[in-house]
């Protein structure tokens, strides 16, 4: 028997299919493609092969200002694995603990600047470090700390760390939730078992619960990656396009602006735009990648 | 029990426990509060004594009467809400629709569509950014509410369908077989029977897609700049870089930003928070 064509399955799917295949997955290929044109000044693009490439990575103009943003933005990175991820899963091992008070209202507390735009953080901690307002030192001075006081956000040295900082403390909230969900979903039977041989609370955790909750982890590790390589709203608010105190803050979505649109003197140019949205892009999959082929197929192995 | 996990030693352990997470919790909330707090002083107030609360001589609303005199903040703070409801209700339904798709029938080619709209998962749209504006540009949408809600339906589809897709899967057989006997319509089925089936996981899926529509400043700053599609995030921002010397206008119109999730947050926190352990446990 001949089979009719399954319209009901076309409907249910060419919405989502059109919106996504035109506004998301067409322009992540155009650009791609975008990246080996070139821009004139009359705004005609035409066929350059490699040249933005070439550009990019091998023109002093634009190749310092290239890897100064992916150092940054490896810094950036790194200072959220370091701080904000074991941050939240110290926080979430506390909730999760058996007889803990008052611990789901700690986790809305703590959630709260999560959901707050990166923006009015940004803001809110220029006011409360800012030298002008002096909160930050009156309440260093509490513990007689005042003169370690500094400028922090003004000074090259000290901009990027305070910046991570900033959004460490902003965002702590997902990892500890995550972790939190995972590490409450562990049946109660095992951590009982292991009670009743002895084992005491601290070797509990680290024997049984984090590898039991290392997929976990690993979500957070690659969630952590996507958002930090893709990040640009706090350091536009606080710090502008330039990215300064002489783009010590700069990172490859703050690049990535500058390239598209032009600063100063430099014009904008769509395809030079176009070929550090590619390199974000490879940065970003060569991440996702890792986490797929690596890590998730060994943990996958070690859980079963 | 043993000897030590004696009383003493367990009442240790459960006060740090509590030293730890209620200071980490003072320091999640501090700053908002600080901002408020400030938000409703004078200048002198805010400066004399950052830390105090108002009182009858330093109280002072000067700082909302210049933001809602000098900026659109009624206009942007529409444009939000008309962007961010719109895109979630299309995410929803359009998301639902596609999800259902995928895990019901047995098609050619499903596992492929499952693939590529996971691919979105992963890869953020932002990337597509100088061709999202050439197109917006030829289809004459750059400066409309449109534009941005094109934008966000595409983001926030492949996580919606995933979520959902997972929730539909639970969806016991017998349902859709005992409509199916009864001669219902696939459509009617869907709409009928699945759709109020899988409510408890809208609210996960709101979540994760509310939040960053609401908060975005990349989208709106680059396809939607002009003063009548402004949204709250583009809008404070720009407020702010405007007046950045005027303290009384940039601590009210932060705090004005900040209250509308914060009430929201108060109502729905508890919903939420079950809705992102539920999704993590998936």
């Not at chain 1, 809110?124 to 370690?148: A, N, R, Y």
């Not at chain 2, 030590?4 to 700053?31: C, M």
């Not at chain 2, 997972?166 to 699945?194: H, N, S, T, W, Y």
Request: net charge positive; proline share 4%; charged share 10%.
């Amino acid at each position: 028997m001949k089979r009719t064509f399954p319209w009901h399955i076309a409907v249910f799917l060419a919405p989502a299919f059109v919106i996504y295949a035109v506004f998301s997955a067409f322009p992540l290929i155009d650009t791609l493609r975008l990246s080996f044109f070139t821009t004139s000044d009359s705004g005609a693009q035409s066929w350059a092969g490699l040249l933005n490439y070439h550009t990019l990575l091998g023109d002093p103009n634009w190749s310092e200002g290239f890897w100064n943003a992916m150092r940054n933005n490896v810094k950036f990175f790194l200072i959220h694995m370091c701080i904000q991820n074991p941050l939240g899963l110290l926080l979430a091992a506390l909730m999760s603990t058996k007889g803990v008070k008052f611990a789901k209202a700690y986790q809305t507390a703590i959630f709260l600047p999560t959901l707050l735009s990166v923006v009015i953080i940004g803001f809110i901690w220029q006011l409360i470090l800012s030298p002008l307002w002096g909160v930050s030192e009156k309440m260093l001075g509490w513990v007689h700390l005042q003169d370690f006081f500094a400028p922090w956000l003004g000074q090259e040295e000290t901009a990027l760390y305070t910046l991570s900082l900033m959004s460490v403390w902003q965002f702590v909230g997902i990892p500890m939730m995550l972790i939190y969900a995972a590490l409450i979903a562990i049946p109660d039977e095992i951590i009982e078992a292991a009670y009743v041989e002895g084992a005491s609370a601290w070797r509990i955790f680290w024997t049984i619960r984090v590898p039991l909750i290392l997929p976990t982890l690993g979500l957070t590790t690659i969630l952590t990656f996507v958002g930090n390589f893709n990040a640009f709203d706090l350091i536009y608010s606080v710090k502008g396009a330039l990215a300064g105190p002489n783009f010590s803050t700069d990172i490859l979505g703050t690049y990535f602006y500058r390239a598209f649109f032009g600063y100063q003197s430099q014009i904008g140019s769509p395809t030079m735009g176009a070929a550090v949205a590619t390199m974000m892009f490879l940065v970003i999959l060569g991440g996702v990648a890792v986490y797929f082929y690596f890590i998730q197929r060994k943990l996958q192995r070690f859980s079963f | 029990m043993q000897a030590k996990h004696n009383g003493a030693t367990r009442f240790a352990t459960a006060g740090l426990t509590q030293i730890v997470l209620a200071g980490y919790t003072l320091l999640a909330l501090f700053p908002i509060a600080l901002i408020i707090i400030n938000s409703l002083k004078s200048r002198a107030g805010i400066f004399d004594d950052p830390l105090a609360l108002p009182n009858s001589e330093t109280f002072s609303l000067i700082g909302f009467e210049k933001v809602l005199h000098s900026s659109h903040f009624t206009l942007y703070f529409g444009n939000s809400l008309i962007v961010t409801i719109t895109s979630l209700v299309l995410i929803l339904l359009f998301g639902a629709m596609a999800a259902w798709a995928l895990a019901e029938y047995r098609f050619k080619g499903s596992r492929i569509l499952a693939l590529f709209f996971a691919f979105g998962i992963m890869v953020p749209i932002r990337l597509g950014t100088v061709s999202i504006l050439k197109l917006m540009v030829s289809l004459q949408l750059v400066n409309t509410l449109t534009a941005l809600v094109l934008v966000y339906v595409a983001q926030g589809l492949p996580l919606a369908i995933m979520i959902l897709s997972e929730f539909m899967q639970q969806i016991p057989k017998e349902l859709k077989e005992a409509a199916r006997c009864d001669g219902v319509g696939e459509f009617k089925i869907f709409f009928q029977v699945v759709l109020p089936l899988i409510r408890p996981a809208v609210a996960t899926v709101a979540v994760f897609t509310m939040v960053p529509i609401w908060n975005d400043l990349w989208f709106p700053l680059i396809l939607a700049p002009g003063d009548d599609t402004k949204t709250v995030t583009l809008g404070v921002q720009q407020f702010i870089g405007q007046y950045v010397t005027n303290w009384n206008a940039v601590l009210a119109s932060l705090t004005l930003a900040v209250l509308p999730v914060l009430i929201m947050y108060v109502f729905f926190s508890r919903q939420l928070i079950r809705g992102i352990t539920a999704g993590a446990v998936k």
